[in-house]
């Protein structure tokens, strides 16, 4: 799944191509992708792009003051096309959901791979109209979010562990499954420690951490064609999806915890004082 980084990637590569074309025309072949129906996709033809920005892991794209917004949630994915096929699609087939022709014959595809449907598009006349984004707690890299906005999210979310914390949208906007096992890991923190027991050094570096690990992983993909964003964010990771792997910091194995529809890789030298996390799933079948 797209997070933060490889979505800022995809904004900044957008951004180049979009603003100032005129959208042509807008075929949806999934209407179950398509959230609203006021105003309709068939308001946008004849408009110009304005703008597109990132909202968490939202993309949201300005088109004189519609929004077109876009979730790509697990399996989605948006493919850039110099020229498109005018060609309608066929509704029902294939991996494309929606399909956005603009005035120089180039546009964009957003996909769907997999049986999931979990892509999401909206149009809207505000962002704030969207219920994903009206619930998104801070970016962790605009200007307000600094060390101290940190830690009054952790005291606030005192009793919550630091993993879930962590990809909760609500708390911090743009931050997944894999961002927060890699944060975790260069912040030397157990996913399982409770938000509210970190004193004043772990909350540095945490913060720390957080911006480095996001930057870092903006500037890897910043370069990147739109279709190479997924490879490099996997091959990218330290420990993330690297059960059984070394860790790069100290040797040790990676290590995995798994949960019903998702796991959590860590180091137990860096992150958990040399101890194993149990599994939660395996402690409760040995019940
Ligand atoms: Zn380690």
Redesign the pocket.
Known sequence: MPELPEVEALVIFLRSKLVGRVVARVDVASISVLKTYDPPVTSLPGLAIVGVVRRGKFIDIDIDGLHLVTHLARAGWLRWKETLSATPLKPGKGPISLRVHLDDGSGFDLTEAGTQKKLAVYVVRSPQDVPGIVRLGPDPLSDEFDEFALRSLLEAHGRSQLKGLLRDQSVIAGVGNAYSDEILHVAKLSPFKVAGSLDDESIRRLYDAMVETLRGAIERAAGLPASELKDDKRTAMRVHGRKGQQ?P??G?VVREVSFADSSLQY?A??QTGGKPLADRRLSRLLK
């Open positions: 860790c910091e100290c040790d180091c030298t860096c």
